[in-house]
């Protein structure tokens, strides 16, 4: 294997190598902040974008040595007569893409009903990144030898510094083979990218694997799956609607939920919105396997009716008191209802500690 062929396949090859680290210590759980941000940031910041600019751009730059940062070159301002990009544009490029295609991919496993589970987000990181590296190498595959992409050699790297220390008598030529170009350009790389790094640590820090919660949202069914929207929001007096109220646990072992659910009128006085009447309309126990999501089937009859009524499910862990309500609720999750009024348009999902969430 000749030392171009290295250079074309090897970037690649430690993407592919690299992605396989990460999620492995993302599916088997390996603890320790430092050793998982080692190897997750990368999958975050680089490997995705890298196999998307190498899909994209799969050429190297056209001009002998192009691929380093020559003494006269600038980030904005390229050398003439060129294919691909400079290493240190396509490394920046990699890194704001990289972000940009974990949250697609985040986005869209929330969509399907998978949450933002790590592992599941992860999982569809790795293969993205693996589709587009196969991608990526077959386009170099199908280009010369002699302008395919790859790593550049660091010979080409220093070689950009060591030629400055040349005498020459012309002040052009000494200022056109001065370092300071390529010492600038480097910090602008190093800077954006420990910044982007710095990203991807925060977004590995914060899924803690060992963290114990719930979620709980309202669905409806379609031929598709779950989505959370189209809800019911037009109720008739003493008829009866169905509501499905999704449990999502993360609690580390089999959970036991009390749900209460309960219809209210509120009134607003000095202190905020205060509720004025409220009837319970059921108490139902289910139990949720950790990491597994229930979609438990809510029959309501209201009986009292009037606009802007708010429909409530308060979730407990364990037993429920006999007065439920939000201050005393694990999870609360609200709709506003009419019944036997006009259709509401506010839906609000809150926690227990009064947050809300759209």
Same mark, same amino acid.
């Given at each position: 294997?000749?030392?171009s062929?290295?250079r074309?396949?090897?970037?690649?090859?430690?993407?592919?190598?690299?992605?396989?680290?990460a999620l492995?210590v993302v599916?088997l759980?390996?603890?320790?902040s &430092?050793v998982?941000?080692?190897?997750?940031?990368?999958?975050i910041v680089?490997?995705?974008g890298?196999?998307?600019?190498a899909v994209?751009?799969?050429?190297?730059?056209?001009?002998?040595d192009?691929d380093r940062?020559g003494p006269? &070159?600038?980030l904005t301002?390229p050398?003439?007569h060129?294919?691909?990009?400079l290493y240190?544009v396509?490394?920046?490029?990699?890194?704001?893409?990289?972000?940009a295609?974990v949250a697609?991919?985040a986005?869209l496993?929330n969509?399907?009903?998978?949450g933002?589970d790590?592992a599941?987000?992860?999982?569809?990181v790795?293969?993205?990144t693996?589709?587009l590296?196969?991608?990526?190498?077959?386009?170099r595959?199908?280009?010369p030898s002699?302008?395919?992409?790859?790593?550049p050699?660091?010979?080409?790297v220093f070689?950009?510094?060591?030629?400055?220390?040349g005498g020459?008598?012309?002040?052009l030529?000494?200022?056109?083979?001065s370092?300071?170009?390529?010492v600038v350009?480097? &910090?602008?790389?190093l800077s954006?990218?420990?910044f &982007?790094s710095?990203v991807?640590?925060?977004?590995v820090? +914060?899924q803690?694997?060992?963290?114990e919660f719930t979620e709980?949202?309202l669905?409806?069914e379609?031929?598709?799956?779950?989505?959370?929207?189209?809800y019911p929001?037009?109720?008739s007096?003493g008829?009866?609607t169905?509501?499905t109220?999704?449990l999502?646990?993360?609690e580390?072992?089999?959970t036991?939920?009390t749900?209460v659910?309960?219809?209210q009128?509120?009134?607003?006085t000095a202190n905020?919105t205060q509720?004025?009447?409220e009837?319970?309309?059921?108490?139902?126990?289910h139990t949720v396997?950790?990491g597994?999501t229930a979609?438990l089937?809510?029959?309501?009859?209201p +009986?009292?009716?009037?606009d802007?009524?708010?429909l409530?499910f308060?979730?407990?862990e364990g037993?429920?008191?006999?007065n439920?309500?939000?201050?005393?609720?694990?999870r609360?999750?609200?709709l506003?209802?009419?019944?036997?009024?006009?259709?509401?348009?506010?839906?609000?999902?809150?926690?227990?500690g009064?947050? +809300?969430?759209?």
């Amino acid at each position: 294997m000749t030392s171009s062929h290295r250079r074309w396949t090897l970037d690649l090859l430690l993407v592919v190598a690299g992605a396989i680290a990460a999620l492995a210590v993302v599916l088997l759980g390996i603890e320790g902040s &430092l050793v998982r941000s080692l190897f997750v940031v990368p999958l975050i910041v680089l490997y995705p974008g890298y196999a998307l600019l190498a899909v994209i751009f799969p050429e190297r730059r056209s001009e002998v040595d192009s691929d380093r940062l020559g003494p006269d &070159l600038s980030l904005t301002r390229p050398a003439r007569h060129t294919a691909g990009l400079l290493y240190s544009v396509r490394l920046i490029l990699s890194a704001t893409a990289s972000l940009a295609l974990v949250a697609g991919v985040a986005l869209l496993t929330n969509a399907l009903g998978r949450g933002f589970d790590a592992a599941v987000v992860g999982f569809g990181v790795f293969v993205l990144t693996v589709v587009l590296t196969a991608v990526a190498f077959a386009r170099r595959a199908s280009l010369p030898s002699d302008v395919r992409a790859g790593l550049p050699a660091l010979s080409s790297v220093f070689g950009a510094v060591s030629s400055s220390s040349g005498g020459q008598s012309s002040s052009l030529s000494a200022a056109r083979r001065s370092p300071v170009p390529l010492v600038v350009n480097a &910090l602008v790389v190093l800077s954006l990218l420990v910044f &982007l790094s710095s990203v991807g640590f925060a977004m590995v820090e +914060t899924q803690d694997p060992d963290a114990e919660f719930t979620e709980a949202y309202l669905v409806t069914e379609n031929e598709t799956g779950y989505t959370a929207s189209d809800y019911p929001r037009q109720l008739s007096q003493g008829e009866t609607t169905e509501y499905t109220l999704a449990l999502e646990s993360h609690e580390q072992e089999p959970t036991t939920y009390t749900v209460v659910t309960e219809l209210q009128r509120t009134e607003q006085t000095a202190n905020g919105t205060q509720v004025a009447e409220e009837e319970e309309l059921s108490r139902t126990r289910h139990t949720v396997e950790d990491g597994e999501t229930a979609y438990l089937d809510r029959e309501v009859q209201p +009986t009292m009716s009037g606009d802007g009524l708010r429909l409530v499910f308060h979730v407990y862990e364990g037993e429920a008191p006999e007065n439920a309500d939000r201050e005393s609720a694990y999870r609360t999750v609200q709709l506003v209802v009419s019944v036997g009024g006009d259709d509401p348009t506010q839906f609000q999902r809150q926690s227990s500690g009064g947050g +809300t969430v759209a």
